[in-house]
């Protein structure tokens, strides 16, 4: 049984930093592409950030290029999202999935993830 759990949500002014963590379980870690998504009030849900399993070739959506960084431990199954000069914006349900195949390419389409986290929510106030 895979599991997937976001950690490292919470409160924080605008500027601010964040440090999320996805831990993973069930599954061959080191050989699946991983992601980030984000869901806001009212809006659909995004792809903001992804790694492919060979840990190189990180894709970013324009709306967190150059401030979020993605990165992932292998040794410890663990996905970690760096969050910096945070907005209000921002605010949002932060998940965590792991890509449907093995070896798979870098994708921001939530259709390509199969296992997902419950979320953690980020809340960035002005």
């Known amino acids: 049984q895979v599991e997937v759990v976001e950690s490292g949500g919470r409160l924080v002014q605008a500027g601010g930093s964040l440090r999320l963590s996805c831990t993973v379980s069930?599954?061959?870690?080191?050989?699946?592409?991983m992601g980030w998504f984000r869901q806001a009030p009212g809006k659909e849900r995004e792809g903001i950030a992804c790694?492919?399993?060979?840990?190189?070739?990180?894709s970013y959506d324009d709306s967190v290029k150059g401030r979020f960084a993605v990165s992932r431990e292998n040794a410890k199954n663990t996905l970690y999202l760096e969050m910096n000069s945070l907005k209000p914006e921002d605010t949002a349900i932060y998940y965590c999935?792991?890509?449907?195949?093995?070896?798979?390419?870098?994708?921001?389409?939530?259709?390509?993830?199969?296992?997902w986290g419950q979320g953690t929510q980020v809340t960035v106030s002005s």
């Open positions: 069930g599954l061959t870690f080191g050989a699946v592409t």
């Open positions: 790694l492919p399993w060979t840990g190189v070739g990180a």
């Open positions: 999935a792991a890509h449907k195949n093995y070896h798979s390419r870098s994708s921001l389409r939530t259709d390509d993830y199969r296992y």
